[in-house]
């Protein structure tokens, strides 16, 4: 049925309109009581499938990725359709526009997207006041949201810890985490961002501006990770590795969108991008060992590939691109099946300790 809709009606609109049109929707909806309710009574995945990550419980392993709800419009809506996290954002210091339309485009036959966006926002002054309408209700204090934070694209370089640092400051307090994002290539220079050199200092800066928020707000301490590129090296990858270590960061999203195609500006994500995700993830796994998050998000379109990022290391799971060609069903059926897999690990590991004793 979904597949019919796509193809008759939101192939044939601009993406970005077909984009907020569903979205409108899905807000629309997360919005009424007891419709809601009912929605979520079928789509949310069955509780066997909870994780405890990070302090705090998880109703699912997978989640949606940073992109989709840019300024936490669409929280209750999204959780309503089976995602067990959403994160939010990129949110940016101060409101930005983005770039110039058009800067979403299909590619059909790799049921992939590319995107220029340009980290279009409200800013961290606008999404944290929604946040802290959304943690002032008991429903909204349950639900598990992750922010996702970026440079301002007129801010320098050389100020960027500081830019970081305002968005942490002003958003720490009504995160499950935060996420340092680096790795977009749609601004200028934000990959630059990425090296050693000039990681340290931002991840530095927001880890005190939020511990600093936090403290004021009397929270707990929210765990920091970082999101970083396909498009690096394995030396590079090898490298921030080390760095969330020594900073003792509490893990890694892997991977952003790609450049390397020849389709245009902006970064494609889908199927594409599965493999090197795959492969990233497998890396930053063997070299942090088993105790920080690995995110793993980058072309999730079927169960089967939420459960090989899983198999090669991720602790969580991500997806974007595939709600848009797959529907409404797609996280719930995803959640369903991880639920599947964990029960099937909890029955061997009850088995093997029966057995061992």
Do not use: C
């Amino acid at each position: 049925m979904y597949r019919l809709l796509f193809d008759l009606v939101f192939r044939r609109m601009d993406p970005e309109h077909a984009h907020e049109v569903a979205f409108g929707l899905i807000r629309g909806v997360g919005r009424v009581p007891v419709l809601r309710d009912v929605i979520a009574g079928v789509m949310t995945p069955p509780a066997s499938g909870s994780v405890r990550v990070l302090g705090r419980g998880f109703p699912s392993r997978f989640g949606v990725a940073a992109g989709f709800d840019k300024d936490a419009r669409g929280v209750e809506g999204l959780t309503m359709l089976g995602f067990g996290f959403v994160e939010v954002g990129t949110v940016t210091a101060h409101p930005q526009p983005g770039n110039e339309p058009p800067r979403l485009w299909r590619v059909l036959d790799d049921r992939a997207l590319r995107n220029r966006m340009g980290f279009n926002n409200q800013g961290s002054a606008a999404v944290a006041e929604r946040l802290a309408e959304l943690r002032s209700t008991r429903r909204g204090r349950r639900l598990v949201v992750g922010v996702n934070i970026g440079k301002t694209k007129v801010t320098p370089a050389e100020q960027a810890p500081d830019d970081y640092a305002i968005s942490a400051g002003r958003l720490a307090p009504f995160a499950d985490y935060l996420v340092v994002n680096v790795s977009s290539p749609n601004t200028p220079g934000l990959r630059d961002l990425q090296s050693v050199a000039a990681l340290r200092p931002i991840l530095q800066a927001t880890r005190a501006a939020a511990d600093e928020a936090t403290a004021r707000a009397g929270r707990p301490d929210v765990p920091l990770l970082v999101k970083i590129a396909p498009d690096l090296s394995d030396d590079d990858v090898d490298a921030v590795a080390e760095l969330a270590a020594e900073l003792g960061l509490d893990g890694v999203v892997a991977v952003n969108t790609t450049i390397a195609h020849d389709l245009g500006p902006g970064g494609l994500s889908g199927p594409p991008v599965l493999e090197r995700g795959l492969d990233v993830v497998a890396r930053l796994r063997n070299r942090l060992g088993p105790d920080p998050v690995i995110i793993g998000v980058g072309g999730v379109s079927t169960p089967a590939d939420a459960l090989e990022y899983l198999a090669v290391g991720a602790t969580l799971v991500q997806g974007y691109t595939g709600f848009i060609y797959r529907g409404p069903f797609w996280a719930a059926r995803i959640g369903r099946a991880l639920a599947r897999d964990r029960g099937a690990e909890t029955s061997t590991s009850e088995t093997a300790t029966s057995g061992a004793a």
